[in-house]
């Protein structure tokens, strides 16, 4: 069976937003096991120069390659990324297994995204779309877009 480690910057404090994570991770049971890491963001000033932003995102982007889980295969979101869709996604998530992956890595950052070091270090670049979403919603987003990739895999009518 899989594992999918997400590792993502920030808590969800939204009842809502937790509920559905929640409700993708138990249905996410049945195809894979998930671990999730929470990585502690870097508070910056309300008017923070891009200097600020950098330095922080290294250093969340030290905690988070810290906590990458050795020989998993790492996904990186983020906007320049691929775009793939949910059957496309699916057949990659299937074919890390034929390649001798038994863990696959996800990645979200925080609200300022991920450093360069991060994206270097990920064997992919995903992005969900051109909009921007907040990234408390893209782990709701990604959790739903996984359970739909294995439905799909199991040839299950969720996708339909």
């Known amino acids: 069976m899989l594992k999918l480690t997400i ?3 920030g808590t969800i404090k939204e ?3 937790t509920d559905a994570v929640a409700e993708y991770e138990k249905r996410l049971s049945a195809y894979c ?10 508070r910056l000033p309300e008017r923070a120069s891009q200097a600020e932003i950098t330095a922080a995102l290294e250093r969340e982007g030290e905690r988070i390659l810290a906590a990458i ?8 979101l983020c906007v320049e990324g691929k775009q793939l869709s949910s059957e496309r996604f699916s057949e990659r998530l299937l074919s890390l297994a034929n390649e001798g992956y038994s863990e696959v890595c996800l990645i979200i950052g925080g609200s300022d995204g991920l450093s360069d070091a991060v994206k270097r270090t990920a064997r992919m670049r995903l992005s969900i779309s051109e909009m921007t979403f907040p990234h408390q919603l893209m782990r709701v987003i990604l ?6 990739a294995f439905n799909i895999a199991a040839g299950g009518k969720y996708h339909k």
Not at 33 to 42: K, L, M, S, W
């Open 7 to 9: 590792i993502f910057v």
């Open 15 to 17: 009842k809502y937003l």
């Open 33 to 42: 096991t998930v671990n999730n890491i929470c990585i502690r963001d870097e």
């Open 69 to 76: 889980p050795p020989r998993a295969y790492t996904i990186a």
């Open 143 to 148: 959790l739903e877009q996984l359970y739909r």
